[in-house]
């Protein structure tokens, strides 16, 4: 099959690897109809942070069931389903607190779905079947649902975690699929005013069709500043989609005393002063996303009732052939999240 391949920082190519088989009772092998290129993907492109050479890359796509491991009950073949980067198991206490994303029983985070196929662990909790077959749907909604493996998930695990609520104002901290996606999730939970802080047009106006109220340009202290003149007292809850170490100052800073900042931004730092914490009790909390969790209970079901449309994020698309160009596109900002279509039948 084909398969895309980090060869090294800045460097992408399509490898000829063998289809993934059936290792455990408890797998099933996906036929990936569409995948695509996730912003934390960037970190080890760009080189910032270390991933092996000539390894397989991705973590997000939809697909159709192809093969079942014989412990299988809910899964069958021919099943259309979203593909969590999570495999929660569904029944270990992280996994019954709701945080799949931590499962006891599971590998932290999936890997190689740039692909043609994919083998997935704990098939039978943590795929989420999509009623129907993918061609009952329109390009926008498989785009929708191929969101919910991870961007819009994670954005909704930001909102989540902040503790945002009906009449809430919010900060969002990023703009780029998975900041775009804690907009659109602070709007479904019913936040009155959202702060998006962009600098990019682009991430600026689809942030404004997502629900935000205000824009704000400006970093820093600049950025802090506006955001108490926007909102007088600072934050309800601040939505931290970045990770970077500036991000997370500034998450801390805008909130008012007693906001939580839901923090989701892969961390580019090993350590963090939490003292601001302290002086203002100011909540932390977040991490990896309860994919299958919120998927299940709420995601899916809004995708489908045409609550939330957060396929919109996908702004350019490519084929696997042309992974490379996928990544370059997000890398220099011409695309906000880049699409995979996979031509496997």
């Not at 099933?28 to 934390?40: D, E, L, N, Y």
């Amino acid at each position: 099959m084909k398969a895309a391949l980090f060869v090294e920082p800045g460097k992408m190519t399509v490898t000829n690897t063998p289809k993934p088989k059936i290792e455990k009772s408890t797998d099933a092998i996906i036929r990936v109809i569409r995948a695509c290129v996730c912003g934390s993907d960037l970190w080890w492109y760009r080189g910032i942070s270390k991933r092996e050479p000539n390894s397989l890359a991705g973590h997000e796509a939809i697909g159709i069931v192809d093969e079942v491991g014989s412990d299988l009950k809910n899964i069958q073949k021919g099943d259309f389903v979203i593909v969590p980067f999570t495999h929660g198991c569904g029944h270990c206490a992280a996994c019954l607190a709701g945080f799949d994303g931590d499962c006891l029983n599971g590998p932290k985070g999936g890997n190689g779905y740039q692909a043609e196929y994919v083998r997935y662990e704990n098939a039978d909790w943590g795929l989420v079947k999509i009623p129907g077959k993918p061609e009952d749907y329109s390009d926008d909604m498989l785009n929708n649902f191929l969101a919910l493996a991870d961007v819009m998930a994670t954005g909704f695990h930001a909102a989540t975690s902040a503790e945002v609520k009906k009449g809430d104002a919010v900060v969002v901290m990023g703009d780029g699929a998975v900041g775009l996606s804690g907009v659109l999730s602070s709007k479904l939970l019913g936040a009155k005013r959202i702060i998006a802080m962009s600098r990019h047009e682009d991430r600026q106006k689809l942030a404004m069709e997502f629900g935000a109220t205000d824009i704000v340009p400006e970093r820093g202290d600049a950025a802090v500043q506006r955001v108490m003149d926007l909102t007088k007292t600072g934050a309800d809850a601040v939505l931290e989609c970045v990770g970077t170490e500036q991000s997370v100052d500034t998450a801390i800073k805008v909130g008012r005393p007693g906001a939580i900042v839901g923090r989701v931004g892969v961390p580019q730092k090993t350590e963090m002063n939490t003292n601001d914490l302290f002086w203002r009790n100011i909540g932390l909390r977040g991490g990896i996303a309860s994919v299958t969790t919120d998927d299940k209970k709420i995601l899916l079901d809004a995708v489908l009732n045409g609550e939330i449309n957060p396929g919109k994020v996908f702004t350019e698309r490519f084929d696997l052939d042309h992974i490379q160009d996928a990544y370059n596109a997000m890398d220099k900002r011409e695309a906000i999240k880049s699409l995979l279509i996979i031509d496997n039948k």
